[in-house]
């Protein structure tokens, strides 16, 4: 793998991964992990855990998910599937729920991310709305209504 990384991460890679809990992840190839970071932050409300040239993790309704930049997976065969193809993640949401769907739809307007739909009352429930990130993925945010 290609690393850009100048600096000592904050641990080594395997104690981050010996330390992750048992249960779903998420590991999220961007182009590169500025602009996903900074959305994770600024329009979903995430922390960052840990974030440098090659990679990040964020924490997000108390869960850990990772972004990894496209260079940091080129030996990778992941990477190489992915390589020339956008947006990412067709045909999968990344549902958060118990997230403002108003608030996030908001940020994500102001910061001039698309919104595939605005925050509405559906019938199954959830208040949500669907926002884009940077590489393409689709979050959805949601709420029960009432």
Known sequence: MAMKRTRE??????????????????????????????????????????????????????????LHADHSYRDHELGKATAGVEPRGVGVEIRLYGADPDRIEARAREAGHIVLSGAVDKP??????????PGGYVFVPSRPIG
């Open 9 to 66: 991460p904050w641990m080594k890679a395997d104690d981050f991964g010996r330390s992750l809990p048992r249960g779903v992840g998420l590991n999220l190839l961007v182009p590169e992990i500025v602009p996903m970071e900074s959305f994770c932050r600024t329009v979903l409300g995430a922390n960052t855990v840990y974030s440098d040239e090659d990679f990040a993790a964020i924490e997000l309704l108390g869960s850990v998910f990772l």
């Open 124 to 133: 199954h429930g959830l208040r949500e709305a669907h926002v884009v990130s």
